[in-house]
């Protein structure tokens, strides 16, 4: 899901990349300038990025239940679904690099063969926690999502060695599978937890992946700013572009739909005026109030009512 089709690269390469470079983003909201305003953080206490960028309770109040009042979330099927699908997506990619690592480059048919059945140890592992239907259906979904991504490793990997008649298995690793999945990132200079973890880091087209198992959202462009901006902190280089990508199963089929955005001025902007808010509820213990409108698959809506 993190590989980009012919037509995604044509857009990134020779659309997104070169205009974010017209638009300009002054310095000040590029995550290396973390140590004056308006990036440098007001307040000491440190919050993960999801605290920041997840904006489905309106009024920010689930931040408050649980930093302030110390309330215990329970997790919904909509959470599980999703991180056991990431975990299981990592598995594969992760599995995949070590294979080649382990029989190199003229063994491809063990790679295949070790490859090719689902692992299903990340569902397996909330098994107990799960009804029946749930873990069924659940598991019909990973064995679609194993399927789908190992048929575009394998091909990318053929391919490769096609072409490629004198690679090298770390040049093979890097070039079928050319992203970091679940990438440590230390928030710490823009007032963020120091143990951040992003879905995926693309370093030969240079952008932030994030997979959402849901409906899009406005706000999920947060998240993506989030991490280019803490990667522009460590490493002081930009990350302009950012990529949200949405799976949906039909039919026993997977869809994907990909929303590549520029992380401008604007995005930056927004990130840390959030940042800025949800660090002010919890360092003055502001209590912001019920939303007028919620949604009823809230972890904290018991609490919160």
Not at 75 to 101: C, F, P
Not at 117 to 145: A, C, M, Q, T, W
Not at 185 to 205: I, K, M, T, V, Y
Request: with cysteine; charged share 25%.
């Amino acid at each position: 899901m993190y590989f980009l089709t012919e037509e995604e690269r044509q857009l990134l390469v020779r659309g997104l990349l070169p205009k974010s470079r017209r638009i300009g983003i002054t310095d000040e909201l590029r995550g290396w300038n973390w140590n004056q305003p308006p990036l440098e953080p007001m307040y000491d206490h440190r919050l993960a990025l999801y605290e920041i960028a997840g904006k489905y309770c309106l009024t920010g109040r689930d931040l408050y239940l649980r930093k302030i009042v110390g309330v215990k979330s329970k997790w919904n099927q909509a959470m599980l679904q999703g991180s056991i699908l990431h975990d299981t997506l990592a598995e594969l990619l992760v599995t995949a690099k070590r294979l080649i690592y382990s029989y190199g480059v003229n063994k491809q048919s063990l790679i295949i063969e070790e490859l090719q059945k689902p692992n299903f140890k990340h569902l397996d592992k909330k098994k107990g926690i799960l009804d029946e239907e749930f873990y069924s259906e659940l598991r019909d979904k990973v064995g679609v999502i194993w399927q789908f991504e190992y048929n575009r490793l394998i091909f990318r990997m053929q391919e490769l060695l096609a072409k490629q008649p004198y690679i090298g298995v770390d040049s093979l690793a890097n070039l079928t599978i050319p992203v970091v999945v679940e990438q440590k990132l230390d928030g710490s200079f823009l007032g963020l937890s120091s143990h951040l973890s992003a879905d995926a880091f693309n370093f030969c087209e240079p952008m932030i992946l994030d997979l959402k198992f849901g409906k899009p959202r406005d706000f999920h462009k947060l998240t993506i700013t989030g991490y280019a901006m803490v990667m522009e902190s460590i490493y002081s280089f930009p990350v302009s572009v950012g990529c949200l990508v949405y799976p949906e199963f039909k039919n026993g089929r997977l869809l994907i739909k990909k929303e590549f955005c520029i992380i401008d001025e604007e995005l930056r902007q927004w990130f840390i005026e959030e940042r800025d808010e949800k660090m002010r509820i919890v360092s003055e213990e502001i209590d912001p109030g019920v939303a007028n409108k919620c949604y009823q698959s809230c972890p904290y809506f018991e609490e919160c009512h």
